[in-house]
């Protein structure tokens, strides 16, 4: 600390030169000048900064507070920073600490004095929990149409697939066939109700923190409702000591997030799985696999298990962010400042996750003969035939024993059920018939499933017409 002061010449030689600096009698340590600015960081915010200081600038001029012409000026300066911020032409300073301060300065230097006028009846509390949920809403917004393109795409595969057979698993043992689109039409239902859940928390995103000052209000007359509509949000925050320091909705955020990624890094795994030479299920592309630098053979499915790995990067986040909370008493601290990179890096990874995946899952290939070869393998059909013998009069529990020796001898025999011969069967139960053929195989056992949320091809394909439907009516808001 001390190296990085005497740079500056010796602590307290002049007066500091910061927008806070009136009661401070010392500058503040150089070290300490960075290790407490946010600048590096939430300069993202400079759009939903300067959208948030014209709102609260018209407000106050309608309110009377400042006059037309000054609100004019304000407003004026603050789309020329918006201007050269986007074209890279600004400069930030870490003395300015962070995105406010720093575009408050520049208002300032640039139309003078009136500039200074621009925090009346505001706070930077109120002012970054409203820069804050500005971004965070947007961000859902831009989530929510990368994920409606990948559940598009999982629907469209589904429908693609809709007759592909393959194996259904629990345990990872093979339990009993089902067709992929049904497995894909799966994957449509746990994302659905992610997105689901993204609505249902933009809007407790969308309520506006402005107004509330830095803690406890101000005593200027101003209007909370026209700031919160001018900035379309849809009410004022209720409380003014909760607004500055409620963080829920980003914990909500990365709470969803966490879900979400998880549901990713299931259906990662299950890529990853069919992909091996053992299940050879699939093929992804060229493009979304890369090599080994020593085993030529080798291609990686490297896009889902780096989806998989980064699952654990939003679930860290939403745990920083849950500790940061923690504990804190009201209202604002400085502690919040930690909220904005745990943000900003899970809706960064997740957007990414997002995308790579709606670009992937058009893309996977069906080895639809080994998956068909799978499916038929291991007594895949047993249930098929405890069924079929309730049908012909046996309770469920005995025809599950009746079964069960039947596929004991036959799997000893590395034969299977429909191999076996219409009197080794009857060995088994005299109830058996010629009919318990159409039941053994694959196909039938597939088209027997055939009611509303079952595997069989007609059942995927009206889910497929039902969750088109439902995705054209959650458009992005
Ligand atoms: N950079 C700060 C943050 O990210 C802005 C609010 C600062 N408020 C304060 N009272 N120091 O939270």
Redesign the pocket.
């Known amino acids: 600390m001390s190296d990085e002061r005497d740079k500056n010449g010796e602590a307290g030689a002049e007066k500091p030169n910061k927008l806070w600096g009136g009661r401070f009698s010392e500058s503040t340590d150089s070290f300490i000048e960075r290790f407490t600015?946010?600048?590096g960081f939430?300069v993202r915010l400079y759009r939903q900064d300067i959208a948030g200081s014209i709102a609260h600038a018209t407000m106050l001029a309608e309110a009377g507070v400042l006059t037309e012409e000054e609100a004019r000026q304000i407003s004026g300066g603050l789309e020329t920073i918006l201007a050269d911020i986007e074209q890279g032409r600004f400069e930030w300073s870490v003395e300015l600490?962070?995105?406010?301060m720093n575009i408050e300065a520049a208002l300032t230097a640039r139309i003078g004095e009136v500039g200074k006028k621009l925090h009346t009846g505001r706070?930077?509390?109120d002012?970054?929990a409203t820069d804050?949920r500005l971004y965070v809403r947007e961000e859902i917004d831009a989530i929510r149409g990368l994920f409606l393109n990948l559940q598009s795409a999982l629907i469209d595969l589904a429908e693609r697939e809709a007759e592909t057979i393959m194996p259904g698993f629990t345990h990872l043992q093979s339990a009993q066939p089902v067709t992929f689109g049904h497995h894909m039409l799966a994957w449509y239902e746990m994302l659905a109700r992610d997105d689901a859940r993204l609505v249902d928390c933009r809007k407790r995103v969308n309520v506006s923190p402005l107004g509330a000052g830095?803690l406890a209000g101000t005593s200027f007359p101003i209007d909370r409702a026209r700031t919160a509509e001018l900035l379309g949000f849809d009410a004022p925050a209720g409380n003014s000591l909760d607004a500055v320091s409620d963080r829920d909705f980003a914990i909500e955020l990365a709470a969803v997030g966490s879900i979400l990624m998880t549901h990713l890094s299931r259906i990662s795994e299950e890529l990853v799985l069919w992909m091996s030479a053992q299940f050879g299920f699939i093929d992804l592309p060229d493009r979304f696999c890369t090599g080994s630098s020593i085993m030529p053979q080798k291609k990686n499915p490297d896009v889902p298990e780096l989806v998989r790995g980064k699952a654990g990067r939003v679930q860290g986040h939403l745990q920083s962010l849950l500790t940061l909370m923690n504990s804190q008493p009201l209202a604002?601290n400085?502690d919040?400042?930690e909220?904005?990179e745990p943000v900003f890096d899970l809706i960064d990874t997740l957007k990414d996750c997002l995308f790579a995946y709606g670009e992937m899952i058009p893309a996977i290939e069906c080895r639809r003969e080994v998956m068909r070869e799978a499916a038929g393998q291991d007594c895949a059909t047993a249930t098929d035939l405890a069924d079929y013998l309730v049908r012909k009069g046996l309770a469920f529990r005995d025809a599950h024993a009746v079964t069960g020796k039947t596929v004991a001898h036959t799997l000893a025999q590395g034969r299977e059920l429909h191999e076996l011969t219409l009197e080794e069967l009857k060995g088994f139960s005299e109830l058996i018939e010629a009919d318990v053929y159409d039941i053994l195989t694959v196909e039938g056992s597939i088209s027997a499933r055939d009611h509303f949320g079952g595997t069989a091809p007609a059942q995927v394909r009206a889910a497929v017409k039902l969750a088109r439907k439902a995705l054209a009516g959650r458009n992005p808001a």
């Open positions: 600015a946010s600048v939430d600490e962070d995105v406010h706070s930077r509390n002012q970054v804050l830095a604002y400085k919040n400042q909220d904005k």
